[in-house]
């Protein structure tokens, strides 16, 4: 409001800035499901990713700067599309994370993953829809096509982000950079459903102790 | 990350969600029974809901879901399928009516927001772009189309298509291809709704005749010094029509509208559509080997 000066220079600035920033906390999965992105949730080892992403219980992820580790799913739900993995790391660079329950529509939103094998690939858009939506259509999902309909009502953060096979797991952030929610869906292009940040901190909090479980 | 400087893109974020939000009431939703619903504007504060015809399928029991979730019987008011508008009625006051964009400030490039109640899944958002702004004209005055890279979700047809000010830009219609779409511009949306508002209908200049295509003889082309190849033929004038009454005849050769080579009948089409009952036009046609012109008062059409 009532600001004059140039604000494309600073916006271009910030948007690159974020990506690179939430770069850091996106990894690549090696699921036996082609590949998938994941969000390093927790620094002592904790990887959320979706349930379709991962097709056996030991996976490969690979860290933004290169390095591959070998994870073991520790749970998953199919109904959340959710699935938690460990990684015996610590330090990791994990994502500030957000609460989707106070986004408003039309605040921006930025998905990064790995479309199409990209590597940290990022795009923008806006909140389209917040909270439970029910969908006449159907959807895609890592090549599986099912009726959205059909699928237990739930809430999904919805946004007009570009997403790709590949953005599967990948974050969605605010412009302050935290994880409001993990891209699940593509219904149609412009149609992008993600798992709204509070439900995965509800199915992360009902985890079973992480370090017991890797140790 | 950057919280200690001011982040425009913070502030970007909080402003369209504020547009959002302001529009917000003047965005309803149409149910007509079918699969999919529609999305409305509030045109006045007294009821008046202007939206897409194809998105309403029948005239009476249709449902309107205003912002605050209550609902209300609505009918439609009158139907434009040439512009695909339908402006329906509700029995509700104190609406807020949607504002309206400046004309001349609206321009490819300029940030739009989509904006529509599709199901149940209330109000929904998309961004994007003006993309094109294609210009028209309608009785002299400008008009246009707008394209768009904002996606047009199912059930966003009939909604606003927003400038940063949350003014109307445009009303969204169609989809192009990957979920792109076309919006009516609002001048067009504005000449309209007012024409339904005040007779139900828009009356559009109205001929009396029919055509068929025909190609003109090279000899007569030669001697006439015509460039067209082609000009309507009339087949038929219909009784009491503007185009009997102007003296037209059967067998005569339209070559021109007002100036404009006609060489299809849809250019005919496009040349009645922009022109009101009660305007005068000039058709240069081909009688017996010589070009004449014939004045004749439009009326309006009566479907």
Do not use: C
């Amino acid at each position: 409001m009532g600001l004059t000066h140039n604000l494309l220079a600073p916006f271009a600035t910030e948007t690159a800035a974020l990506a690179e920033n939430l770069a850091h906390s996106v990894v690549w999965v090696h699921g036996g499901h082609g590949h998938g992105a994941g969000v390093i949730w927790q620094s002592d080892g904790l990887i959320m990713t979706n349930d379709h992403v991962v097709a056996r219980d030991r996976v490969t992820v690979e860290l933004e700067e290169g390095r591959r580790l070998a994870a073991t799913v520790i749970a998953r739900n199919p109904d959340y599309d959710l699935a938690a993995l460990h990684v015996a790391e610590s330090n990791l660079p994990a994502a500030p994370i957000g609460d989707a329950k106070v986004l408003r529509v039309g605040e921006l939103i930025m998905a990064v993953g790995h479309p199409f094998g990209v590597k940290s690939t990022a795009t923008l858009g806006i909140v389209s829809a917040v909270g439970g939506a029910t969908w006449l259509g159907s959807g895609r999902n890592s090549g599986r096509r099912f009726a959205a309909s059909a699928t237990p009502k739930r809430e999904w953060l919805q946004a007009d982000v570009a997403l790709a096979p590949g953005n599967s797991g990948g974050p969605l952030a605010d412009t302050s950079g935290r994880v409001v929610g993990i891209a699940s869906m593509i219904l149609s292009p412009g149609i992008a459903l993600a798992v709204p940040s509070h439900i995965v901190s509800r199915f992360v909090a009902a985890l079973p102790r992480v370090q017991k479980l890797a140790a | 990350m950057t919280n200690e400087i001011p982040s425009v893109l913070v502030s970007l974020s909080n402003e369209l969600a504020n547009v959002v939000e302001r529009v917000a009431p003047s965005v309803v939703r149409v149910d007509d029974g079918s699969r999919l619903t529609a999305t409305g504007i509030v045109w006045s504060a007294d009821g008046s809901i202007i939206t897409t015809s194809h998105g309403v399928e029948r005239d009476e029991d249709l449902t309107i879901e205003l912002h605050d979730g209550t609902r209300h019987a609505a009918k439609v008011v009158g139907r434009d399928h040439d512009t695909d508008l339908a402006l329906l009625r509700v029995d509700a006051q104190n609406l807020t009516p949607i504002e309206h964009a400046p004309n001349d400030a609206v321009k490819t490039g300029h940030l739009v927001l989509a904006l529509g109640r599709p199901g149940d899944a209330g109000l929904q958002a998309t961004i994007g772009i003006i993309s094109a702004r294609l210009e028209s004209q309608s009785n002299g005055q400008p008009e246009y189309v707008l394209h768009t890279d904002a996606v047009f979700y199912p059930g966003f047809s009939g909604g606003p298509l927003v400038n940063t000010n949350g003014q109307a830009v445009g009303l969204n219609n169609l989809v192009y291809g990957r979920g792109r779409g076309v919006a009516l511009g609002l001048p067009t949306v504005t000449h309209v709704a007012d024409a339904l508002l005040e007779h139900g209908q828009v009356q559009r200049g109205y001929l009396g005749i029919r055509m068929q295509l025909v190609a003109l003889p090279t000899h007569l082309r030669q001697s006439l010094n015509l460039s067209q190849e082609q000009g309507l033929l009339i087949v038929q004038v219909e009784n009491g029509s503007p185009a009997e009454k102007g003296g037209l005849l059967l067998g005569d050769t339209l070559l021109s509208f007002n100036g404009h080579t006609i060489e299809d009948v849809e250019e005919l089409r496009h040349e009645l559509r922009d022109l009101a009952a009660g305007q005068n036009v000039t058709l240069r046609i081909l009688r017996g080997g010589e070009v004449r012109d014939v004045n004749v008062t439009l009326q309006a059409a009566t479907s």
